[in-house]
C-alpha cells in the first residue's frame, strides 16, 4: 500500500503519506453524491401487488412494475434511465423474440440455488421455524409469501400463460413446466422466469422474432442501491474488518453455533435488504436432495437423461428424486 514500509515507491517518495481512510470517504462521498442526485430525480415504479391479470381482455395496466419490464415505449417510466426501442413498420424491422421466448420455454430456466436466495416477505429466510415457507410440492407453493420478486417473475402453475397472436385470446393456467418438450420449447430447471413476458398478444409469434417491446439498459434503482451501500460503509466503523464482516454476513443462518439469522455482524444486518434486492447469497441455501442410486447436481438437467427415469412430479418442482 502507498505509504507503508512495503510499498516499491517508498525509496523514490521517502516522506509520502497516505490516510486511507480519508481516501476511502472521498470516493464513498462521491458515490453518494452522485446517486443521490439521479435517486433524487426518478420515482421508483410501482409494485401494486397483483401478480397476473385480471382478465383475458385486461392485458394491462394490471401491475405498472411488471409491464415496465415488457413495455413497447418506455419513455413513460421515470426509472428506466436507458433503454432501447424497436419498430416494425413497413420496410423497416428491428425486432426480437424474448417474448415468444419465454413464452415457449426457450431451454432455459432459473436454477434452484437461485430461487432459494430470496427471502421471505417477512425478511427471514425460507428454512427458518416461523418463515412461514409453504413447502416446495408446487411451484407456486414455493414462491408463496416470498420477496415479490419472485412471485412475480417465477411462473407457478396457477399463474397466466400469455396469449398468442394465433390464438383466441384467452390467458390459460401456466400448468406443469414443459421439461420433456422439444429441446427449443422445454423449460430447463422446471423454474421458467416471466420477467420480460408481455400478455399483448401481437408480441408472440410463434417461430418467429417479431417482437417490438424495449429493453431495459439502466433502470434508477441501481442509484438507490449504490447509495445505501456507500452510505453504509461511510457511516460505519467497519472499514478495518470489511473482509471478515462480509464473511460472518454470508455465514448466517439459524442452526449456525455463533450466529442465528436475526443476529451477527452488523453488516449482516443491514444488507437484509441490499443483498436481497441484488439476490445475493445472504443466508446459505440447504438444498434437500432426495437420491437414489446415483447422485444429481441440481443446476444440471443437461447430465438428467444419462440417469435414467425421474419422477416428473418432483423433478419438475425443483426436488430430484431418481428411481434407477
Sequence with gaps: MPGDETWPGKSVHPNFSLDVTAEINFFLDQCMDAAS?????????????VFNPLSDSEYSGWNPYFEMFSAEDMSGYSEV???????RSGS?????????????GGNNGMLRSYVQTFLMENGLPWYASNSGFKGDSRIQEEKEGRDQRLQLFLFGEKDKQAPRADGDGTMPEFGEPALFELQEVRDLTGYRIRKCLTYKKDQIISGSDQSTTGCIIYRGVEAYLNYLEAYYLRSSPILDRYPQTWRSGHRLRKDHPQYGYEQGSRLGKILRFYIGRRNFIQYPPRTSLRIHRRGYALGRPDALESYGSVAHNQIYSGRIQLLG
Aim: negative net charge.
Design 92 to 104: 423497416i424491422n428491428i425486432s426480437h423474440g424474448a417474448p415468444n421466448y419465454i413464452y415457449s
Design 81 to 87: 434511465l436507458f433503454w432501447k426501442d424497436y419498430l
Design 37 to 49: 442526485q439521479v435517486a433524487d430525480a426518478i420515482t421508483l415504479t410501482e409494485n401494486t401487488g
